[in-house]
């Protein structure tokens, strides 16, 4: 994070040429999926804009969003220092998950779209495809129909 570039004992890099990367987003672990639906879920997360999914060196899977930190400064500095999180605190240049200056990529693969994760799956052979059983789709024409009998004047919400 941002702020622990200020606690390292002379550093040999700087964060001054990043632009506090560490500082613009959250990541937790996801369940590693194994199933069509764990799939289905990776790509509903991944159809939402800033919201990305990526493999660990470790192997395991992770669901990223991309928001900046509300207590980022312009100047890329943290300006709740004194009572940053914990995590804030562990993270630094000399750590080797560094973003910026971590020896190789914090990501072994990193989907930021639905589509990029359907084509690995596909190259990897797996059959993503989901089909939820025992649900009517309503037609759109039906649905209409229907807001007409109850007297909607104005649907702002259309279930798929
Ligand atoms: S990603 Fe690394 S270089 Fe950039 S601010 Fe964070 S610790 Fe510093
Ligand atoms: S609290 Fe400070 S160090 Fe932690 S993410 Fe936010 S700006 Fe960065």
């Avoid at 999926?33 to 790509?43: A, C, F, G």
């Avoid at 500095?77 to 004194?82: L, M, N, S």
Wanted: charged share 30%; proline share 5%.
């Amino acid at each position: 994070m941002a702020t622990t570039r200020q606690e390292k004992e002379a550093p040999a890099v700087s964060c001054e040429d990043c632009g506090a990367r560490c500082c613009r987003y959250v990541a937790t672990q996801i369940d590693t999926p194994t199933s069509k639906r764990d799939y289905d879920y990776l790509r509903w997360y991944l159809l939402h804009r800033h919201v990305n999914v990526f493999i660990d060196h470790g192997g395991g899977w992770f669901i990223e969003f991309e928001t900046p930190c509300e207590q980022l400064g312009e100047d890329h500095r943290c300006t709740g220092y004194e009572t940053r999180p914990d995590i804030c605190r562990q993270h630094g240049i000399g750590d080797t998950d560094c973003e910026f200056h971590g020896a190789t990529e914090p990501y072994k693969m990193r989907f930021k779209t639905a589509a990029a994760l359907e084509a690995w799956l596909d190259r990897r052979g797996i059959d993503w495809r989901f089909k939820p059983r025992g649900g009517r789709r309503v037609k759109p024409a039906d649905r209409d129909q229907a807001a007409g009998d109850r007297g909607d004047s104005e649907s702002t919400c259309q279930p798929c």
